[in-house]
């Protein structure tokens, strides 16, 4: 159970971004919560296009995400998810009919992360995560390899912490 991937939003605001005209690849860290989950990433198109109605299908842990500009923000837009992840510890779950849009705004050395989750099978009303200010630095962030997780520990799945 602590090795499946902790998935968006859960996951938290990434570590590292690396932007491109064309895209966004951002990095993640792992065991973020406590309750497991390794280090991810995700590159984002950026090339204005919305959602492929069949790629929306292909449900995943990081969802199937496009990205746009609205000024100074950039916007994340999200489908697609499988409903094996939470949205926070202690059983916060969701279908897979889940939608995130996440907000990430510069101001100088800060960055504002907002997030929005909306499911309809679900929640009543949209689910507004606490916003986060996140301090930009020049300090490079460490990624730790992604690790491995082995068919035995199905065994012992009693004393793992359900993530």
Known sequence: MTCLPLGIPRHGAPARI??????????????????????????????????????????????????????????LDSVGFTDETWLGRGGLFHSDKMHVVEKFTRKGNDMLYEVTVEDPVVLAKPWVMNPRTLRLTSRAAIITERGSCADGEREEVTSQIRH
Request: hydrophobic residues 30%; negative net charge.
């Open 18 to 75: 690396f932007h491109t005209a064309d895209d966004i690849t951002m990095f993640y860290r792992g065991g973020i919560d406590g309750g497991g989950g390794y280090p991810d990433f995700r590159m984002i198109p950026l090339d204005g296009k919305p959602h492929d109605p069949q790629r929306a299908l292909q449900y995943t842990y990081m969802g199937y995400t496009v990205g746009r500009w609205e000024g100074d923000t950039l916007v």
